[in-house]
């Protein structure tokens, strides 16, 4: 009796303990949800300006047993109708009640299929068929490969992989379907049925596919970097899988090995140079979170450049917009309240959060955004080794968003460990005197800058306000090369001076001997002749 009740009671706090983690996880829009596998690109263009577009394969399709090997390289075709159904009947047996949904809802090929032949077809999800249905209609058209474009405006850029929506669907496409099938969103599927159009070019004929590159090569995306929408806006917050290589992450974290400091904002300063500033809240933000800030800027080694070139290709802004990597480190119970990401001398226009390691689920560490302005529920986003989130902390006019509020919950468990990098993307250029001399002056220090440089900063900000202080600041900067060069010259002429003046001293030593030895020799011949 006494067992049966202690294996209730077991189940009962077993039940309660997965309702409470079901309710916690439905209380959150979680990411990532996309995966490496999933992922396909679509590109065109030459080898100097080549385009290319992000997308979702389906999970049927020979896609699924090739994955990372398969690739199609063909022509581009716009589906007529573009949604597979237009103006048409489904089928000519939309009515037979004892056909299935799938054969009921099948329309039949498209009305251009001979332009179809061989080439890659571009269809919209508008007119709700599914995506077998979709593929199906593609393949008896004698498309190459199937693009579905997301006409659903309310999810922005959000993409997802098509699967079957019956068994009977999944028998179809297992016996059947053997070409490519992805999904790109609403954005994607303009730039690329636009891409070739100018502005004399009509848009009838551009909605006719007059925009369209003329050959496309679709592979898989492999450990190439892609996008997943998380928040469409409001704050705009997207998710950039494979940014940096496993190798990458590594040796960001053996240059900031030994270098790292508690974060103590607590204390009322700021340090503007290096984005880390006093907390308004008592008790402050950061949570028993180390960091470091690794100054390489324009003098970078070849691992930033490349991470600093890739993310500008990625994101799109200059390289000159970002600031160098600050690196954060937190153990168990380790963490940083709500917060945002401003910069009163420098503003900032987004924030780029990057994983340098994976924390297992369940062990905390989450990135959040508690109170996104769309109207849904909080988005949380799990630590995931070279993934970075994207956001934005102003709106399209540059003026602060107040939703970009986020926190980092704190890490569970006695061995837990998590890195962050993170860049912060500046609305004006960085002066040579950040970009150069700041990390020439940190070099000798391993990467890390004096503190006497924010201190300085913050007198100047005290004495002349935030405006005239960064004038200031930037000259003082500029002017140490000119007084190192002055002071080297200066020491370097000494140096040669003095070895001239000695070498000069000691060439008169020989000669004096040579004088003295001559007259003592020819005192010895007028003795000699007196003799």
């Known amino acids: ?318 390289t000159e917009h970002y600031s160098d990597f600050q690196l954060n480190k937190y153990v168990s119970g380790s963490g940083y309240k709500p917060h945002f990401d401003i910069n009163d001398a420098n503003g900032i226009m987004a924030t780029v959060t990057i994983f340098l390691n994976d924390v297992p689920e369940g062990q905390g560490g989450e990135l959040v955004f508690p109170k996104p302005g769309d109207g849904g529920d909080p988005v949380l986003i799990r630590p995931k080794k070279g993934l970075a989130v994207v956001h934005h902390n102003t709106d399209e006019n540059y003026n602060f968003d107040e939703t970009t509020l986020h926190q980092e919950f704190p890490l569970r468990g006695s061995s837990s460990v998590k890195y962050v990098a993170k860049k912060f993307v500046y609305l004006h250029p960085q002066p040579q005197a950040t970009r150069i001399v700041l990390p020439l002056i940190a070099m000798p220090f391993g990467g890390k800058l004096p503190k006497v440089f924010s201190m300085l900063q913050n007198k100047l900000i005290e004495k002349f306000g935030l405006a005239a202080a960064d004038f200031y600041f930037q000259k003082i900067v500029t002017m140490i090369p000119i007084l190192l060069l002055i002071l080297i010259a200066s020491g370097v002429s000494s140096f040669v001076s003095s070895q001239m003046k000695q070498s000069g001293a000691e060439s008169e030593k020989p000669s004096r001997k040579k004088v003295t030895s001559e007259k003592n020799a020819k005192s010895k011949t007028k003795s000699k002749k007196r003799d």
């Not at 100054?295 to 930033?304: Q, R, S, Y």
């Open 1 to 318: 009796m006494t067992t049966n009740l202690m294996m209730l009671l077991a189940i009962l706090v077993c039940s309660l303990t997965a309702l409470v983690s079901a309710e916690n996880d439905t209380r959150y829009r979680i990411f990532p949800q996309r995966t490496s596998k999933e992922a396909a690109v679509v590109e065109w263009g030459h080898s100097a300006i080549i385009s290319a577009l992000d997308g979702a394969v389906a999970t049927f399709g020979p896609q699924t047993s090739q994955g990372a090997n398969f690739e199609v390289e063909t022509g581009v075709v716009l589906a007529d109708p573009v949604d597979g159904v237009g103006k048409r009947n489904k089928s000519n047996d939309e009515a037979d009640l004892s056909l299935s949904e799938f054969e009921r809802s099948y329309p039949g090929k498209l009305v251009n299929s001979e332009s179809v032949e061989g080439n890659m077809v571009i269809m919209t999800d508008s007119a709700g068929l599914s995506g077998v249905t979709m593929a199906r209609i593609a393949k008896d058209s004698g498309a190459a490969a199937l693009m579905v474009v997301n006409t659903d405006q309310s999810t922005g850029d959000f993409i997802y992989s098509l699967e079957p929506e019956s068994d009977e669907e999944k028998d179809y496409a297992e016996k059947h379907i053997d070409i490519p099938v992805i999904m790109v969103s609403l954005q994607a599927g303009n730039v690329i049925t636009t891409a070739m159009a100018t502005d004399a070019t009509d848009p009838k004929e551009v909605s006719k596919g007059a925009g369209l590159p003329e050959r496309i090569r679709l592979y898989a995306g492999g450990d190439r970097p892609f996008f997943e929408d998380a928040i469409p806006g409001k704050p705009l917050v997207y998710l950039i899988h494979n940014m940096l290589t496993p190798d990458e992450c590594d040796e960001l974290l053996r240059m900031a090995e030994g270098k790292y400091e508690r974060v103590d904002d607590t204390n009322g300063i700021n340090n503007y140079l290096e984005n880390s500033f006093a907390s308004q809240n008592k008790g402050g933000d950061a949570i028993n979170v180390d960091r470091t800030y690794l100054w390489k800027g324009g003098i970078a080694g070849k691992v930033i450049k490349d991470i600093d070139e890739r993310m500008s290709q990625v994101m799109g802004f200059p």
